[in-house]
């Protein structure tokens, strides 16, 4: 099958429903507690790194000021373990008086001054994993109008401690009544991964109508054999899953974890390529107060951020698995624009992959390739013409292709494919351009 072809088969069987709150037309950004700070709530011991609203203020602090927010990094998402043991006289969520003494709604406030948005973790069962007070279905209405009473903008719904009964019905209870708030609130839902995360136990179509976003599969942990276990997981099963991604309706191969013990700086790279042709939420769990700047210059990569984040929404699939266990992916990007990743599941030396636009069923024309990590930009390429990427053991070559305009115009006339124009604005800008440039106004 050509390109072409392809796109417009994915075009045409990708779901056209998602919740309609408005939200989350491209994967969300931020920050999440969970993967990097768990259950922490030895705040007596271990302040700085305790569940409390000091740690969601410091990260609000960091995303507002070191250039996160700019490149669309703008939720801070409380994961489990934030609340007290026991809900209020009235039956509602009490955060934890000790380690939140200003509440929930006062950080939202410090949250929303600073032009960021507040996420929430809440658990349909008798419990959240964590063993904190679950959200029952008779607590559903009850929990939905405490959070938006906050101030809050997301919503993790986790399912530990609850049947596939409950599921069933819970699930979409809690869509309604977050939309009863009337309160936007962008609304994750765990429910997949507590199903196997395929069908016929899990219905994609009911979940794109009900939820923006859903976690498929096991949690992230801090290691290359994880981020390689869900990145398996996510591509042998693509032919069920790549189509039900769309604007505000996502599967979420779970956070980034780049900037904390287990990744090399390739094996970084790697999991922010992947995460970008997964159409992925991009959700850090990290330690912001002390990144590396190697980390930083992955996370805030204008170009992957450009590619996670592409207005038309498609999420790629894996092209190619070589038996030198070189990987190849794909996403198709709007302006005829494209992403192409190598991976090398290699344990040797750099790979000397050769291959061409046309074996990976590129259709004939000329195009130009810009190296997301290099900065480097490889023109005259013709579909049928021979290339050699160099990919270092669990690393990637990640490529922005775009067709090469015909026009011989001098200066760019807003015919070149946006990100380009990004490339440009973010090394001049250092980074503090609009999160992403409409054609029209360059
Ligand atoms: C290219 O298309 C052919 C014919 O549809 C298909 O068999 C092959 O797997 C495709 N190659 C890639 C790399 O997608
Ligand atoms: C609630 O749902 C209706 C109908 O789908 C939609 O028009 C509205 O924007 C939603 N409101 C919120 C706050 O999500
Ligand atoms: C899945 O959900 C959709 C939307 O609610 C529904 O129309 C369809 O019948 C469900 N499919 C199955 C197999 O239950």
Not at 110 to 138: Q, W
Request: glycine share 8%; hydrophobic share 35%.
């Amino acid at each position: 099958m050509k390109l072409l072809t392809v796109i417009f088969l994915l075009a045409l069987t990708s779901a056209t429903s998602a919740l309609d709150n408005g939200l989350m037309r491209t994967p969300p950004m931020g920050w999440m507690s969970w993967e990097r700070f768990r259950c922490n709530i030895d705040c007596e011991n271990d302040p700085k790194n305790c569940i409390s609203e000091n740690l969601f203020r410091d990260m609000a602090d960091r995303l507002a000021e070191d250039g996160w927010k700019e490149m669309g990094y703008d939720h801070v998402m409380i994961d489990d373990c934030w609340s007290s043991m026991l809900r209020d006289k009235d039956g509602r969520l009490q955060p934890d008086p000790q380690r939140f003494p200003g509440g929930i709604a006062k950080l939202a406030r410090y949250l929303h001054d600073r032009g960021l948005k507040l996420g929430i973790y809440g658990d349909l069962g008798t419990h959240t994993c964590g063993g904190y007070p679950g959200t029952t279905l008779d607590k559903i209405d009850t929990d939905a109008q405490t959070f938006a009473s906050w101030g809050v903008d997301f919503l993790k719904l986790d399912g530990c401690y609850s049947n596939e009964e409950e599921q069933q019905k819970g699930y979409p209870l809690m869509s309604k009544a977050l939309n009863a708030t009337g309160r936007p609130i962008g609304y994750s839902c765990s429910w997949p991964a507590y199903r196997g995360g395929l069908p016929p136990s899990v219905n994609y179509t009911l979940l794109g109508e009900i939820c923006n976003l859903w976690r498929n599969y096991d949690d992230i942990q801090d290691s290359w054999d994880s981020v390689q276990d869900i990145t398996d997981w996510f591509f042998d099963n693509q032919e069920i899953l790549q189509p039900e991604a769309g604007p505000g309706r996502w599967n979420d191969p779970d956070m980034l974890i780049i900037g904390n013990f287990g990744l090399s700086v390739d094996q970084s790279r790697s999991q922010m390529a992947l995460w970008a042709i997964m159409a992925a939420p991009l959700i850090m769990s990290n330690n912001l107060r002390t990144l590396s700047s190697e980390a930083r210059a992955i996370l805030q990569n204008g170009a992957a951020i450009a590619i996670n984040q592409d207005p038309m929404g498609v999420q790629g699939r894996r092209l190619l698995q070589e038996r030198s266990h070189i990987e190849v992916y794909w996403r198709p990007l709007s302006q005829s624009a494209s992403a192409l990743v190598f991976l090398s599941r290699r344990q040797d030396m750099p790979y000397r992959y050769h291959t061409s636009l046309a074996k990976l069923n590129y259709t004939a024309g000329s195009y130009e390739a810009y190296d997301v990590f290099t900065g480097k930009t490889l023109s005259g390429l013709s579909a049928t013409t021979e290339f050699t990427v160099s990919i270092n053991p669990s690393g990637v070559v990640m490529w922005y292709v775009y067709p090469k305009m015909h026009h011989e115009h001098t200066q760019d006339d807003g015919r070149y494919p946006y990100i380009r124009q990004k490339y440009r604005m973010s090394s001049s800008l250092r980074f503090h351009m609009p999160r992403v440039v409409p054609p029209s106004l360059l």
